[in-house]
């Protein structure tokens, strides 16, 4: 089974500044993706970014970048140059590769709820 | 190109009654899943369907929930003697294969 925690229920930061989401996981899959989704309040689910668990290097989506800690179970995102539309829920969620137990499916932590002030 | 498309975007309904929920995915995708959003809490895996066929149903969480993929495109999720612990947000997503899934906006599912 797989577990994702996000320990921050809310965080506040400058516009202009970055600002990193914490998150966490446990899964017993040898092989995993991990993924981070926005949600405004209009309630849609917009995919950010995404970390396969054999990516060497960190990945990167314009402002989105994940530090993947693999042996700390840990995938943060981090947000540069924060602007005022950054400001939503985000998850984080993570997904067997193919061959691991539960393919397909998206399991998601609880999210952070992200407020960027002027 | 268009994306996932779920109608309808809200549906009261009493406690007792049947409802039916529509997505339409994105074209060409052959994976689409289900999950139920409460509020405050992340998406919850509901079914996942690869072609026609659900791959994965272990979400549903008792027999009132059931969801049909016919011809591999829409799908409906149907739930029977709708009780008030089923209002929800009801999200689906599309993938071509398993990849990235992309979501719908939800039907948000009030039942009095």
């Known amino acids: 089974a797989q577990k994702i925690t996000q320990t921050q229920p809310g965080m506040f930061v400058q516009e202009k500044e970055a600002v990193t989401l914490d998150c966490t996981y446990d899964t017993s899959d040898q092989s995993y993706g991990l993924f981070w989704y926005k949600q405004p309040s209009s309630g849609e689910m917009i995919f950010l970014i995404y970390?396969?668990?054999?990516?060497?290097q960190n990945a990167t989506e314009g402002r989105y970048s994940l530090n993947f800690q693999k042996a700390r179970k840990s995938a943060n995102l981090v947000i540069s140059a924060s602007q005022l539309g950054d400001s939503a829920m985000y998850f984080c969620a993570m997904r067997p590769n193919a061959g691991g137990t539960s393919y397909g499916k998206l399991t998601f932590g609880q999210g952070t709820i992200l407020t960027v002030h002027p | 190109g268009a994306g996932v498309s779920q109608t309808p975007s809200n549906k009261v309904t009493e406690k007792g009654k049947y409802v039916e929920l529509r997505c339409d995915p994105i074209s060409g995708h052959t994976a689409l899943y289900w999950y139920r959003q409460s509020l405050g809490q992340g998406p919850e895996f509901l079914i996942y369907f690869q072609g026609t066929g659900a791959a994965d149903d272990s979400g549903l969480p008792n027999d009132r929930f059931f969801a049909v993929r016919p011809e591999g495109s829409v799908s409906t999720l149907k739930i029977q003697r709708t009780e008030r612990g089923d209002s929800a947000v009801y999200l689906c997503?599309?993938?071509?294969?398993?990849?990235?899934?992309?979501f719908g906006p939800g039907t948000r599912l009030t039942v009095l």
């Open positions: 970390q396969g668990s054999y990516d060497e």
């Open positions: 997503a599309s993938s071509p294969n398993t990849d990235t899934q992309y």
